[in-house]
Nanobody
Framework: QVQLVESGGGLVQAGGSLRLSCAAS????????MGWFRQAPGKERESVAA????????YYAESVKGRFTISRDNAKNTLTLQMNSLKPGDTAVYHC????????????????????WGRGTRVTVSS
């Protein structure tokens, strides 16, 4: 079982940067695919980025490619999302999620495949 706690959200002006972190409990963090998802008010949850168990493969939504970077440190049980060139459209609650998978190729953006979720951290980008 994995418990996830996000941090790093806040208010930032358009064009600015934020770095989100997700701290994971448990000894088997490296057995999980990790993902970042977001949900804006009145909108459906969407995938932002995902990373395979060893950090060798990543997935990004088209809307964040070139601006966001997902990374993980398995020794520290930490997932990170570096967000640059933020836009008002990035405003949302950001959640990290974990899916048990040992496949090198697994970076699924399908939220239904993830087993564990954090409570989220709010990101607000002002224009």
């Amino acid at each position: 079982q994995v418990q996830l706690v996000e941090s790093g959200g806040g208010l930032v002006q358009a064009g600015g940067s934020l770095r989100l972190s997700c701290a994971a409990s448990g000894r088997t963090f490296s057995s999980y695919v990790m993902g970042w998802f977001r949900q804006a008010p009145g909108k459906e949850r969407e995938s932002v980025a995902a990373i395979n168990w060893n950090g060798g493969r990543t997935y990004y939504a088209e809307s964040v490619k070139g601006r966001f970077t997902i990374s993980r440190d398995n020794a520290k049980n930490t997932l990170t999302l570096q967000m640059n060139s933020l836009k008002p459209g990035d405003t949302a609650v950001y959640h990290c999620a974990a899916k048990y998978s040992s496949s090198y190729y697994d970076t699924t953006p399908d939220a239904d495949e993830y087993n564990y979720w954090g409570r989220g951290t709010r990101v607000t980008v002002s224009s």
